[in-house]
C-alpha cells in the first residue's frame, strides 16, 4: 500500500485564522480523500480531492471553510479557514489503493485545536 | 443515506479473552472494511471483505461478510495488550468510492 505523509502532525491555532494541512502519497494515485475526525467521533468526508479540478464537497462542508488543491497525482492541501474551536478535529487524508478498489489507506492525520 | 451502526460502542476485558464486535446496515453493502485506529494515528486498515457469506482471517483477527449484505462481524481471539485501540467498520456509498464509517468500538484490556 501507498505510504501517506501529512504535514503538520499538529498544530495549536488562534481563531480566525487559517491553517493549511499538506498531503504526500509516495505513489501517483487516482482517488484523494479528506476527512474530519472531530473529538471522540468517527470519521467524516470532507471532500473528494480532483487532480486538475475543483474539489467534491460533501454536504455540510463548502469551498469557502475548507478549500482543497490537488496539483499533481501524489499530493493535496486541505485549509481551514477562519477557524473557531469547532474546528478543533483530527484532519485525515486517504488515497485509494490496494487490490480491493474500495481499500483506503490513511495518513497519520492532522490534530488540530484552535483556542 | 446509507449509515452504518456498530456496537458495542465500548469493551473492557481481561487479556487473553476473545472479542467480539459487529456492523449493521439497513443497506446493502457489496465491500465492509475493518479498520483500527491507535491514538495519535490514522485508521489502519486490518481486513477487507468482498463477497456475502466471505469468513476472512489476518492472523488473530477474523471478519465474515454476512451472507444478508447488511451486516459483518470482527473477531479477534486471544487479546494482547496491543489491540487497544478503536475498530472502525466502513464501506462504499454506493455508485462511488467515498466510504462511510461506523461510530467505532473503543477496546480497553486489563492486564
Known amino acids: 500500500s501507498a505510504v501517506i505523509s501529512q504535514k503538520p502532525s499538529r498544530d495549536i491555532c488562534q481563531r480566525g485564522t487559517s491553517l493549511t494541512i499538506q498531503c504526500q502519497v509516495d505513489?501517483?494515485?487516482?482517488?484523494m480523500f479528506w476527512y474530519r475526525q472531530q473529538p471522540g467521533q468517527s470519521l467524516t468526508l470532507i471532500a473528494t480531492?480532483?487532480?486538475?479540478?475543483?474539489?467534491?464537497?460533501e454536504s455540510g462542508f463548502v469551498i469557502d471553510k475548507f478549500p482543497i488543491s490537488r496539483p499533481n497525482l501524489t499530493f493535496s492541501t486541505l485549509t481551514v479557514s477562519n477557524m473557531s474551536p469547532e474546528d478543533s478535529s483530527i484532519y485525515l487524508c486517504?488515497?485509494?489503493?490496494?487490490?480491493?478498489?474500495?481499500?483506503?489507506?490513511f495518513g497519520p492525520g492532522t490534530r488540530l485545536t484552535v483556542t | 443515506g446509507q449509515q452504518l451502526n456498530q456496537s458495542p460502542q465500548s469493551m473492557f476485558i481481561q487479556e487473553g479473552e476473545d472479542v467480539s464486535m459487529n456492523c449493521t446496515s439497513s443497506?446493502?453493502?457489496?465491500?465492509w472494511l475493518w479498520y483500527k485506529q491507535d491514538p495519535g494515528e490514522g485508521p489502519v486498515l486490518l481486513i477487507a471483505?468482498?463477497?456475502?457469506?466471505e469468513l476472512t482471517s489476518n492472523g488473530r483477527l477474523t471478519a465474515q461478510f454476512g451472507i444478508t449484505r447488511k451486516d459483518s462481524f470482527l473477531n479477534i481471539s486471544a487479546s494482547i495488550p496491543s489491540d487497544v485501540g478503536i475498530y472502525f467498520c466502513?464501506?462504499?456509498?454506493?455508485?462511488?468510492?467515498?466510504?462511510?464509517f461506523g461510530q467505532g468500538t473503543r477496546l480497553t484490556i486489563n492486564p
Open positions: 466502513a464501506g462504499p456509498i454506493q455508485g462511488a468510492q467515498k466510504l462511510v
Open positions: 505513489s501517483q494515485v487516482t482517488m
Open positions: 471483505l468482498y463477497k456475502a457469506g
Open positions: 486517504s488515497v485509494v489503493g490496494g487490490a480491493g478498489v474500495d481499500e483506503q489507506y
Open positions: 480531492a480532483n487532480q486538475g479540478s475543483e474539489a467534491t464537497y
Open positions: 443497506s446493502i453493502f457489496n465491500t
